[in-house]
């Protein structure tokens, strides 16, 4: 990658959602970093209703194999996986904003990154809660490029996305619709066959949503150029 290509660092609340929602990004930028916060097993057996749909016996099984899933897909693309020490909130021991803050903003602050990329946080409880702690760690870091990603699937649903951005502007952020520039020229099909790819080595998770249920993973990726403009109304 060029000096003069951005260094996209992309915050995944769970292990596939960079690539359904920033996949043919990701495979228009090798080299990539996508953060994978909520990626450490249960400390105690237990089982779920989304691992049991995912195809696993136990929580402990279903981390593993989707750690090996996501090894798969982020290999496709030429990303890094980095993954923090959190837990999902199906294993219901969720860190508290500010513990996700403070470690977002190091590891953040400790790459190379100048282009971040967060969730909107547009449905999904974990997701609300890395849009939550990115939001604090915006102002402090605005000398780089921000992007909020529109999550595949969760943006579906009605008024969703319109509800953040309006959450957005109270906080004083300014959303508005742009898509990380590409130096690296590839053509289209072949980030979309590189994604596509890329999305089928998440076997479980695609089990989990049934077919039918997950089409618009491979839907156009929307994004927002998020910028400080003021400060929040109180």
């Not at 929580?59 to 290999?75: F, M, W």
């Not at 923090?84 to 969720?94: A, E, K, N, W």
């Not at 490029?145 to 952020?173: K, M, N, S």
């Amino acid at each position: 990658m060029s000096e003069t290509s951005p260094r996209l660092f992309i915050v995944s609340p769970h292990f596939n959602d960079a690539v359904f929602s920033c996949g043919a990004l990701l495979a228009a930028h090798p080299d990539a970093a996508v953060c994978t916060v909520f990626a450490a097993p249960p400390e105690q057996a237990m089982h779920t209703e989304w691992d049991e749909k995912s195809g696993f016996t136990d929580a402990h099984q279903a981390v593993h194999a989707r750690t090996l899933e996501d090894n798969r897909a982020l290999e496709v693309l030429d990303a890094i996986p980095l993954r923090m020490p959190f837990r999902d909130g199906q294993y219901l021991d969720s860190p508290s904003i500010a513990t996700l803050e403070a470690a977002l903003e190091e590891i953040i602050y400790r790459s190379t990154a100048n282009t971040l990329l967060m969730p909107l946080g547009l449905k999904h409880a974990d997701h609300q809660r890395v849009y939550e702690a990115c939001c604090e760690i915006l102002p402090r870091l605005s000398h780089l490029t921000w992007f909020g990603y529109e999550e595949a699937i969760h943006r579906r649903t009605p008024g969703v996305v319109q509800a953040r951005l309006a959450d957005l502007a109270r906080r004083g952020i300014v959303a508005t619709p742009a898509h990380p520039s590409a130096h690296h020229t590839i053509d289209p099909e072949r980030q979309a066959l590189l994604k596509r790819e890329a999305v089928n080595a998440y076997e479980s998770q695609l089990r989990a949503f049934g077919a039918g249920n997950y089409e618009d993973v491979f839907a156009t990726e929307r994004y927002w150029q998020l910028s400080v403009c003021r400060r929040p109304k109180k």
